[in-house]
């Protein structure tokens, strides 16, 4: 399963068991994201799971913006990684 491989590969960078780390978060809200939007493609009509995906998304993007501020470097492999977001030249 990807998401088996993805706490690997996170583990083993950080050579300890921290799924409270951002990254594993990120990851959690992203696969909660993909879960919930096929759902929606087939229940169009479901306002509370369209509620929570739109709490779901904010809570992902208040993470990515601190992860943005604080360590640039992780932030731009994970979102690699992830493939969540068109790359911008600044």
């Known amino acids: 399963m990807v998401k088996n491989s993805f706490i690997s590969a996170i583990l083993q960078e950080e050579k300890e068991e921290n799924c409270g780390s951002v ?6 809200f992203t696969d909660k994201i993909q879960r919930l939007t096929s759902h929606l493609e087939l229940h169009k009509k479901d306002f509370l799971s369209q509620r929570g995906l739109r709490k779901i998304l904010g809570k992902r993007q208040r993470l990515l913006d ?14 690699g990684q992830l493939d969540i977001r068109e790359s911008k030249t600044r």
């Not at 601190?66 to 979102?79: D, G, H």
């Open 23 to 28: 990254e594993f978060q990120v990851f959690s």
């Open 66 to 79: 601190y992860l943005s501020k604080k360590n640039r470097v992780r932030y731009k492999k994970l979102i």
